[in-house]
């Protein structure tokens, strides 16, 4: 039997059941829940999800998913994209600390796209530095290198330059990820 990958993405208020709602409607599709990020943003229930289902029950599931508005919850269908080149390369992780100000995911951005980085996974927060009480804002990002890059060492070291650049109190670190 052929099956499909389909990539979900959903929003809304956030109140108990709702993964519950998720996942009963793709197990009734004979829905494979293959992987998820899912978060509570402010009030907000947000998330990803990648199912692989039948392809003769994917028309169905889809239908049924958009059902779940009634419960409040947007849920969009997506095919999974072929993979590019743009996932060939090694991956590195960065975390970064700073003071927070207006513009900082920007200009970080603007460092990683100049180097032509995918971003693959972010992650960011504020918290109260523990002696100060000041805001902090913190980083987590896997980042995918282009695939021709000639060496990870010296891609590291020059994003880390440029990262630090970026403010005197900005603490960078980088660490390449061995692919499983």
């Known amino acids: 039997m052929q099956s499909k990958v389909v990539v979900l993405t959903l929003i809304g208020p956030d109140k108990p059941g709702l993964v519950e709602a998720l996942s009963e409607c793709v197990a009734q599709h004979r829905g494979n829940w293959e992987e998820s990020r899912?978060?509570?943003?402010?009030?907000?229930?947000?998330?990803?999800?990648?199912?692989?289902?039948?392809?003769?029950?994917?028309?169905?599931?889809?239908?049924?998913?958009?059902?779940?508005?009634?419960?409040?919850?947007?849920?969009?269908?997506?095919?999974?994209?072929?993979p590019t080149k743009a996932d060939a390369g090694r991956r590195v992780r960065l975390e970064l600390a700073a003071h927070d100000r207006e513009g900082i995911v920007r200009d970080i951005s603007t460092v990683i796209a100049s180097r032509n980085l995918n971003v693959e996974e972010l992650s960011t927060r504020c918290e109260s530095a523990a002696m100060t009480?000041?805001?902090?804002?913190?980083?987590?990002?896997?980042?995918?290198?282009?695939?021709?890059?000639?060496?990870?060492?010296?891609?590291?070291?020059?994003?880390?330059?440029?990262?630090?650049?970026?403010?005197?109190?900005?603490m960078v670190d980088l660490v390449p990820v061995e692919d499983s």
């Open 38 to 82: 899912m978060a509570h943003l402010g009030g907000q229930f947000a998330g990803l999800l990648r199912v692989t289902v039948p392809s003769n029950s994917l028309q169905a599931l889809e239908q049924d998913l958009r059902g779940l508005g009634a419960q409040g919850l947007a849920v969009h269908s997506h095919a999974e994209a072929t």
């Open 133 to 170: 009480g000041e805001t902090l804002f913190r980083a987590e990002a896997l980042l995918r290198l282009p695939e021709d890059q000639t060496t990870t060492t010296d891609t590291i070291r020059a994003l880390r330059d440029e990262m630090e650049a970026i403010g005197n109190d900005l």
